[in-house]
């Protein structure tokens, strides 16, 4: 059974730096598609960076473009969101979640939660002003 964990949420200030890890167990595909959205209070679940572990492609949502970086650590089944520069928009409850290859080749679908079949339980940032 696919099993997916989150850690490393904290309150951080405005500017500073926070890395959240997924460790994933039971997923047998040789390859996957792994992505992090966050969900604030009162707003939709969002996207915000995806890996195809395949090629090793990454993509990232505009509004974490050149402040957030995604990596996958085969060895320890573990996926990593490096997130710099935070800011008060950043604080939300973050999630892992993983599916097939294909999701992360369509544009579209890498960023529709409802294409991902396996979900970790959420970790919270929270970003002081």
């Known amino acids: 059974q696919v099993k997916l964990e989150e850690s490393g949420g904290d309150s951080v200030q405005a500017g500073g730096s926070l890395r959240l890890s997924c460790v994933v167990t039971?997923?047998?595909?040789?390859?996957?598609?792994m992505a992090w959205f966050r969900q604030a209070p009162g707003k939709e679940r969002e996207g915000v960076a995806a890996?195809?572990?395949?090629?090793?492609?990454?993509y990232y949502a505009d509004s974490v473009k050149g402040r957030f970086t995604i990596s996958l650590d085969n060895r320890k089944n573990t996926l990593s969101l490096q997130m710099n520069n935070v800011t008060p928009e950043d604080a939300a409850t973050y999630y892992c979640a993983a599916n097939l290859p294909r999701t992360c080749l369509g544009g579209d679908t890498r960023w529709r939660p409802s294409e991902y079949s396996y979900w970790g339980q959420g970790t919270q940032v929270a970003v002081s002003s």
């Open positions: 890996i195809y572990t395949g090629v090793g492609g990454t």
């Open positions: 039971g997923y047998t595909f040789s390859s996957y598609c």
